[in-house]
């Protein structure tokens, strides 16, 4: 399990060791690395004087704070009514096609995890994504894997 | 757009000097400000719709320097995205909202707490921010602003559990009372408001308590930001008066087969054909924090509510047990009566598990699951049956 000590003593450092600074941290090693391993989080506990427990407690109440491996990007489909009503479920089927893996997982290259979240805010714009923090809206099968492509280019 | 009975309005994006605004705010003593806002009539556009004047007053009354502003910019009801278009257009109002708001309750420091789904805002908040602070500075007044982000959990819209999660903690909402102006955030007095509510306060200085209050009805003053969706060929965000009926609000953007309107968002109520003329959008009907959600006849309304329970089973923070339980119940209840599981009648005992819920549960999240329920299945049952 890969551990970031560097990169907690810096978050810590940026945002402090009091218990409010907590989730920031948590936020920063997600951008950082894409999730929370069990080490990452000892560590943080052990910086902010905190139990280990407690620390895994509040970051499994987040969701968007992942303590499972996730790819550099993670794509996350909006489900809810709009999306779900204007074509969800096409702009799925396309993105695993498109990278070859299922609802959950992740790409072997550790580049891509697809996952589905609940209401984005753009449902005057459905259906819409979020890759990482960038929202993609009024999306087709073809667009999304235009989308795509500029990413598996990176 | 047609003749139009619902009423277009322009004071949440009016491009405005907010400099001037608040020139002006400093002249006033915190009970002017106050009695200013109580006169307008506003009440809170997240949702619950406490009046607003009242909360600053109660919040002003209590003792002690350590209080604080908080804007909740969590905006996570399926179908609202309204706020976002307000931080991204206007935040320079928001911020100065919440200066409003502090120069009337006595506070110094400001939260924003914006859902992690609008992170790719926080560099252009940021950038604003650092101006409003210069310009506070200038100003000589003593607040500051604090950037929040959420980390995708809907519940902490719901303020107790959104101070939970600026404390550094899961979003569990808390017990109340004690209300947030008297045991907040810190368990300081707390006076929170939603992203809009907070751009009214500031057109309500701008234009003066009566300007305001003449919009809309005796129920429900002024005007509001809708988020319109679903099936309608004119989704988007419009600020318009309170008051119309549904009918008048399908007619301006239905697509000619609408027959219902989810209003409220998956917290709110179905409004069925039968009930679009005498059901008004307001305080005294329906309220909504703005979402409006049109469906035509070619959906299913079962398919509408498997959503929506899906989404409650999934955002219910866990803490007590009829949200917990009542939510996994309510939608392994409508699927064993689809796939015929159960007899239609079973409905019948859902439907007094949700009323159970809205008296049981901790919070609004637990207690307004049955508003959508209740009002889908007595409204569509054939729908959730066949
Ligand atoms: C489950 C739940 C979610 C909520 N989400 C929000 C939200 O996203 N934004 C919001 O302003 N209020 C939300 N509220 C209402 C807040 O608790 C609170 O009443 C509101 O922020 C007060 O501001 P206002 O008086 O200006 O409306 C939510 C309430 C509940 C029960
Ligand atoms: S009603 Fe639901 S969301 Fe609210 S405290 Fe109870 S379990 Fe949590």
Redesign the pocket.
Known sequence: MIINEELVKEAVKKHGSSRAALIPVLQELVAGKNYLSDLDMVEVAREMNLSAADVYGTATFYSFLDTRPRGKYVIRVCKTISCSMKGKNAILATIEETLKIKLGETTADRKFSLLETNCIGWCHKAPAILINDEPYTELTPKKVTEVLREYIKQ | MSKIPVQRVDLIFEKITCKEIFEKVLQSKPEEIIQSVIDSGLK?????G?P?GL?WQFAAREKGADKYIVC?A????PGTFKDREILDEVPEKVFCGMAIASLAIGAKIGYIYLRGEYKFLVPKLENKLAEFQQLMQDLGHDFRIELRLGSGA??C???SALFESIEGRRGEPRNKPPYPTKSGLFHKPTC???VE?LVYTVMIQKYGAMHFRELGTKDSRGSKVFSVSGDTPTAGIYELELGMSVREFVDVFGDGDTKAVQVGGA?GFCVPRKRFDETIIGFEGVPT?GSMKLFNSSRSMYNVLHNYLDFFAEESCGQCTPCRVGCQQLLKGIEAVKKGEKSHKYLDELVKLAATMKIAAK???GQSVGNAFSSIVENFKEEIIY
């Not at chain 2, 809170?44 to 619950?48: C, D, K, P, Y």
């Not at chain 2, 969590?74 to 009801?77: A, H, Q």
């Open positions: 809170g556009r997240g949702g619950a406490f607003t909360k909740n969590d905006e996570g009801e809907y519940i819209g719901e303020e929170i408001n939603n509510t917290a924090g919070c609004g999240l």
